[in-house]
């Protein structure tokens, strides 16, 4: 007797109808994610109390993927800090055209700062562990010397790049200490920083330091009537 033999399957094709992410997107994908966990919870715990293992319970990924894409909570503060200064700088632009004014365009971002740290005490407390931060101070002044130096040439400031840096990290440091100060005694006004900033700035390349009110009345009058953005934190 004769065995009836299965009826064979046809081969079939398949197709994936979902494009498949580069590893490039899902890195990207992830980095989004930890810096939306980080933000969250420096707003809720601070940013001393947070830790990695928090942020990647947060985000949902391994502890091990996290440090994949970040090496240390340092570079968390770094990365969003950059990325608030770049988004403030963008800001500028669209707030007022003033190419050639030197004092206008070093004072936006700086009057952010300490804007940011009169009105919310978190961004208190993470500006001050920016500017605490070595690694992030640094890339804070090169942004900063970066942003500047085409208005620098008009006012005839052609130095040697490693003192223009110097001074910059010495700039930053002022600042960093005024930010410290309002953080841990909650005194001092912002757009008194800020002049003193600016003061600060002049004597160290040697500009003349008049109506530096009028600047600090300009900054104040685009902070007071924009919805302006820093970071997570609306000022």
Request: aromatic content about 8%.
């Amino acid at each position: 007797m004769r065995m009836s033999q299965k009826p064979k399957k046809a081969a079939g094709i398949g197709i994936n109808l979902i494009p498949q992410k580069s590893s490039d997107e899902r890195r990207r994908e992830m980095k989004d994610k930890i810096l939306k966990a980080a933000g969250s919870l420096f707003t809720e715990k601070g940013y001393s109390k947070t830790t990695m293992r928090q942020i990647s319970l947060r985000a949902g990924i391994l502890t091990g993927s996290l440090y994949n894409v970040f090496p240390g909570k340092e570079d968390i503060l770094k990365t969003m800090i950059d990325m608030s200064y770049d988004d403030a700088l963008k800001q500028y632009e669209k707030h007022f055209d003033a190419k050639g004014d030197l004092l206008a365009a070093l004072a936006f971002p700086l009057a952010l700062e300490f804007y940011s740290v009169s009105r919310n005490r978190r961004a208190a407390e993470i500006l001050h562990e920016a500017h605490s931060s070595w690694k992030v101070v640094n890339s804070i002044a090169d942004r900063t010397m970066e942003w500047v130096s085409g208005r620098m040439e008009a006012y005839g400031l052609k130095q040697d790049p490693n003192e223009t840096k110097d001074r910059f990290l010495a700039l930053m440091g002022a600042v960093g200490n005024l930010i410290s100060k309002m953080h841990f005694t909650c005194e001092g006004d912002y757009g008194e920083n800020l002049k003193k900033s600016l003061e600060v700035f002049c004597a160290l390349f040697k500009l003349p330091a008049y109506d530096l009110d009028s600047t600090v009345e300009r900054m104040d009058s685009i902070l007071s009537e924009n919805d302006v953005v820093i970071g997570e934190y609306r000022i």
